[in-house]
C-alpha cells in the first residue's frame, strides 16, 4: 500500500507546485519551525495522515486516507502594528481557495482518486519565535487498491 501513498503524495506535490509555482517544499515536513527564518518566506509540506477502509468492490479495498498539506508564510511586523500579519494570514486563506478549486475540480489530477472530500482547515498558527503563520489543510483522498 505504500507504493499508492508515495504516488499519491507525488500527484499532489504536481497539482501543489503547479497552482503555486512561488512555493517550495519544506525541507522539515513534520515540524516546520525547524525551517531557518528566511526560508520560511512561501513554503509548503505534505503529509499523510490516518486512513480507514471504507466499503467498496470485491477484490479491492477502499480507502479514505486523510492528506495535510500546510502552507507557510513569513512576516516582519512593526513594532506599532501586525499589518503584515494580517496580510500574510488573508493571502493564505485565498490559497486555501485555490487549493479548494483544484481538488475539487481536478482530483488534484490524481490517477487512483476516486474523489476528494472532507476539505478542512483550522486558524492560522502563529509562531511569534519564528515570525511565521502557517495553514493546515486537510483533506481526504478515496481511492481503490487490490486486496
Not at 26 to 42: E, G, L, R, V
Not at 114 to 133: G, Q, R, Y
Request: hydrophobic residues 35%; aromatic residues 10%; negative net charge.
Amino acid at each position: 500500500m505504500s507504493s499508492i501513498i508515495a504516488d499519491i503524495t507525488n500527484e499532489l506535490e504536481l497539482a501543489i507546485k503547479g497552482v503555486f509555482p512561488y512555493k517550495t517544499r519544506s525541507k522539515y515536513n513534520w515540524d516546520i519551525t525547524k525551517n531557518a527564518h528566511k526560508k520560511n518566506d512561501s513554503i509548503y509540506s505534505i503529509k499523510q495522515g490516518s486512513l480507514v477502509r471504507v466499503a467498496g468492490t470485491t477484490r479491492t479495498a477502499t480507502v479514505d486516507q486523510e492528506f495535510i498539506v500546510t502552507l507557510v508564510s513569513s512576516f516582519n511586523d512593526s513594532p506599532s502594528n501586525d499589518n503584515e500579519l494580517n496580510d500574510r494570514i488573508l493571502a493564505l486563506y485565498d490559497d486555501l481557495s485555490e487549493l479548494w478549486i483544484v481538488a475539487f475540480r481536478t482530483n488534484f489530477g490524481i490517477q487512483r482518486c476516486l474523489v476528494v472530500s472532507e476539505f478542512s482547515a483550522d486558524e492560522p498558527s502563529i509562531d511569534f519565535e519564528n515570525k511565521t503563520v502557517s495553514l493546515e489543510i486537510r483533506f481526504t483522498i478515496k481511492y481503490r487498491t487490490e486486496a
